[in-house]
């Protein structure tokens, strides 16, 4: 992918359209228990379709988040929180209960986009992580590479982009 590349990400009706602009920084699935509670939070919510995939991982594509914009319907953008104190925002169209991103209040410099949400060519998964909480009985693939946690290379990629964004690249 360029860095040109264009994504389009819309929620299930439509009404709600995300325009990204370069490349993704990662495609993962994430296992994590924020991640799952998170999914089941959305899903309870009235008409939404399933967040975690059969194996109950969360897909994601992370990109910079000077590189994301809402084009269409933000009015209908409702975040989601599991504690009120937490950081982390699951943000969903109102108008059908689409999952359509994750962001923070404060810190990280990225947003994960769901990656059910894109339309078009979606970026090939790269990583499965914090497969150590995935749910008991679920065998995963070797192919994409899994962990345990957070591995070094989505760390080393996370920086690239931080420093991308402050050198303005």
């Known amino acids: 992918m360029t860095r040109s590349a264009n994504f389009v990400a819309t929620c299930t009706c439509g009404n709600v359209e995300l325009k990204v602009i370069g490349p993704p920084i990662v495609s993962t699935v994430c296992y994590c228990v924020d991640c799952q509670k998170g999914s089941d939070q959305i899903e309870a919510l009235s008409n939404a379709r399933a967040v975690r995939a059969g ?22 953008l409702r975040g989601y929180k599991l504690k009120e104190t937490s950081a982390t925002n699951r943000i969903v169209a109102a108008c059908c209960n689409s ?23 979606i970026p090939p998964l790269q990583l499965r992580i914090c497969t150590r909480s995935k749910p008991e009985g679920v065998v995963l693939p070797d192919d994409p590479p899994k962990h345990a946690g957070f591995p070094p290379s989505l760390i080393l990629r996370l920086l690239a982009a931080r420093v991308a964004m402050v050198l303005g690249r």
């Open 55 to 76: 194996d109950g991982g969360t897909a994601y594509v992370l990109f910079r988040n000077d590189r994301v914009e809402c084009t269409k319907g933000a009015e209908h």
């Open 99 to 121: 999952p359509m991103f994750m962001n923070f209040d404060r810190g990280p410099h990225w947003v994960s986009v769901y990656r059910a949400r894109f339309q078009g060519e």
